[in-house]
């Protein structure tokens, strides 16, 4: 079974819009990380935002925040304010304690922001 | 601060011939990737190192090897390259296990062409 599950091949937003990318994932760790990272059309791999399994509270970073809910195990990430700059390619992804050193990662979400 | 480094940045190579792709990085991380990307697939592990001195496969690790050849750097070796290995490939850094929400840090890539 896929570890991290990202259903939406591609999205369109409007700019200034908020827009939100589906991430569901598959552990039995009770400890455990998910990540979201951002790929634009340059190819780099930056990192966007993290939360943990045992975080309360939902991680935010700056226009980014992730609404996280464990118990249907999603972690979706909520762009707010959309920007030209948004345009990119999004990646879920979730490191478990059990396999430790390993990182699993969906097979992304095309946003594309339209002006 | 260079972060994490990947040499060559474009390759081509005829089917048979082997290549090592060469990673290094400076933040004194313990753990290191390499992945390939795919259109439509994200990011699959090919094979990773937890710790200076191991190695472990991940999911596409057939036609690969790899050499932790210190702690800053990870080689990853084709020895007889295949269509089927065109990709860009992508080296990860990131602390142990004990830092789990510790993000990776990724390398620009190399892309790989084999004809």
């Known amino acids: 079974a896929q570890k991290i599950t990202q259903t939406q091949p591609g999205m369109f937003v409007q700019e200034k819009e908020a827009v939100t990318l589906d991430c569901t994932y598959d552990t039995s760790d009770q400890s455990y990380g998910l990540f979201w990272y951002k790929q634009p059309s340059s190819g780099e791999m930056i990192f966007l935002i993290y939360q943990g399994s045992y975080d309360e509270q939902n991680a935010t970073e700056g226009r980014y925040s992730l609404n996280f809910q464990k118990a249907r195990k999603s972690a979706n990430l909520v762009i707010s304010a959309s920007q030209l700059g948004d345009s990119a390619m999004y990646f879920c992804a979730m490191r478990e304690t059990t396999t430790g050193n390993q990182f699993y990662f969906g097979t992304g979400t095309s946003l594309t922001v339209i002006p | 601060n260079a972060g994490v480094t990947q040499t060559p940045k474009f390759q081509v190579l005829k089917t048979g011939q082997s290549m090592t792709l060469q990673c290094a990085q400076d933040?004194?991380?313990?753990?290191m990737y390499w992945y390939r990307q795919d259109p439509g697939m994200g990011l699959r592990l090919i094979y990773y190192s937890a710790s200076e001195g191991t190695t472990d496969k991940g999911e596409v690790p057939n036609g690969y090897n790899v050499s932790r050849l210190n702690k800053r750097e990870f080689s990853l070796r084709l020895e007889s390259a295949a269509p089927s290995q065109t990709s860009v490939y992508f080296c990860a850094s990131t602390r142990g296990l004990a830092e789990i929400s510790y993000e990776q840090y990724f390398g620009p890539g190399t892309r790989l062409t084999v004809t």
């Open positions: 933040m004194n991380h313990n753990s």
